[in-house]
């Protein structure tokens, strides 16, 4: 199949098909990154464009280098240094970019849906890099692709999500992605982190990390958002580490070969341990090298689709 | 004729054909940004570095793309993370990016004259991307380009700039350049916004909107400069936006085919409605998108003279 | 001989034919840079990442320039915008950067020992471009690179080193570097910047500075550190440089051939007046020129050793 979508702009209205064009693309990009020379001519003369309104290393250095490994030139701009402190709207940030000719924008921003807004208004190409509460798309594709390297099939597995599910996009874009393909999605958190919907979109849930985690393929841990108010919605960073941090013990109760993701950073002796982070079941590192491929395989595909 | 100058510092100093010779090289170059590879070899191995005292998106973006794309290497320095925070002079700054052998250092100061200061101490090109309340050369070249490209000549206009004339560098760019070639210029404005010295430049000025717009080709707003203290002139912003700010009804009072320009950030509802900034006159987006062809002109001349 | 060591970590454990390859392989870089075209394909397809914890223009953009040059990807990390400010450990980001497959780590850290953790963790190159108060081993090279462009040979010689030795890791990595190579080095400053080891690494300590620069072929002044809270060790700015700050009277006091230097960025009217500065015996611009050589060097030499 070919790629048709000028944008990626969230995980829940790709088709199955899409999602795995996305990963058999990674796949081959993989490869790049392990060579001595790791670049290829691919983008060569294509501008990319990285707006990150909020702070990030990890996201934006993947998408940076992901960028340059393909040979496009990128641009960084960031909230602190850009003329937001002079009052300008996002729409008018975006269209005096776009009249710069870029190829890609990708958008960091803490209003949900601030990237649909883009999409409608650019003829380039935005990719959603994360949007408040709402959605992170290629976290849940470098997520799904990690899956499928470690356990070889990306369906029919138990997958449980622990920590903040109501304000982390990262988990909505995960639910969205393994339940298309007809996973068992276990969320489990304090009463005051779970949403009401979860239930509308399939997925089940456990207050207590104990019965969540039986028999689990995969367990994420989620990030408490210190910076953005997390630990606002617990009594204490203890008590959330006593109830809902991955700890040793834990692990037996999941399958044998149950894989631990965190999409970072991790705030250690919080939702996991350094026994589970550092351990022989911790796909933590893989996710971030896996990361770049993923980001590659994306802007191939918007950049390289039929128009 | 062939460019001879080291550095473009300041508008004031250019002759007709200079200016020229930038627009007609621009007018070439505008073509590289809309190819499908964006890109040409001519400032390959060259080193360019913006030096950013204020901050700044879109000129900063403007110049890195325009480097970029002629395959130049770009360094950003922007005051908040430089030595500055050190209490190092800028000739200091200046003469030591000089040792590692930059061909162009692009500066935004806040002082009125720091890039003419450099200009003497360096051999690399200087670029002003606008000191102070003085000079912006770049932009009243884009300005410039967008009105030819626009009007189909630069001569013989009637070109009205509203808004706070007294601090703004745009405004004296603009002057100075339109002056040149024999257009006439009207500023509008509050009193406290109007400068002592416009009819030393030919300069008419009008205090009322309505009369200053009258047949007017090209109509320009300035930026009321929030960040820079630039509401303390006026009584409110409210009161500027009834007096000066442009709306829809204004048009009908200047030429048919007028154009409505702006040099960014926009404050919309403050000097510009919704409904101009948008509508069918406007070429604001226009000359964002010029200004990277005006750009990779000025450092293709400044780079490739006769040296 | 050739390179072996995955990093550049200090001075201290390097042998005199490391540190001679470092000046031979700068000496055939240094020409590089003044090309018309400055750029080698040496290092295309390589990812250098810089990661700086502490602000700095000089020694962040003469490694990004030392990068580029050689053609490599470089990406700029700086801790105001990084993940640090979400509590990530230093090991977590360092791990996570290295899953992206750079082939370098630049990194800038107030704490002492920072670049070796990490350089015991990560495959990837660590460089040490300054660790709190330890050491800063490519400032040290350059310097001695300079000493021997300007001198002709980096033995037997008489060097000074005026300042805050005790916090200056300039001069800790200077030291070492000298002592190597059987210099005669002489720490002169106030007592409360006068650590008590001094002694056991062979180096004498003057208080006086008249008597310290006697017969003196080399002159380092040191920078106080106003921002990292160097005033707080002397009484006050004013007598630092009454008794310590050089001077065009001092000067006499050396040979005749006598050399200035200064790491930077300078505190004028503190440590060196205007007229030592910038007078026929400073060879302060020279040092950072050839800044970017030694690192286009080091970078060489990591890249490319036999692995």
Redesign the interface.
Known sequence: MDWRRKDLLEIRELSREEILLVLDTAESFKEV???????VPTL????I?TLFFE????TR??F??AA??LSA?T?N??A??????????LK??A????????DVIVIRHSLAGAPHILSKILNSSVINAGDGSHEHPTQALLDLFTIREKKGKIENLKVVIVGDIAHSRVARSNIFCLKKFGNEVVCCGPPSMIPPYLDTLGVRVEYKLESALKDADVIMALRI???RGGVSFIPSLKEYATFYGLKKEHISLAKDDVIIMHP?????GVEITDEVADGPYSVI??Q??N??AVRMAILYLLLGREQ
């Open positions: 990154s392990k060579r001595d020379i790791k670049k060569r003369g294509k501008t464009i702070p990030s290393t990890r250095t993947s940076e280098i340059k490994r030139d641009i701009i960031s602190t240094t850009s003329s937001v402190v002079k009052g300008e709207t008018d940030t269209l005096n970019l776009e009249s710069m000719q870029p958002q210190k910076e970072g950073p991790m705030n250690r590192l893989d971030v090298e990361g770049v």
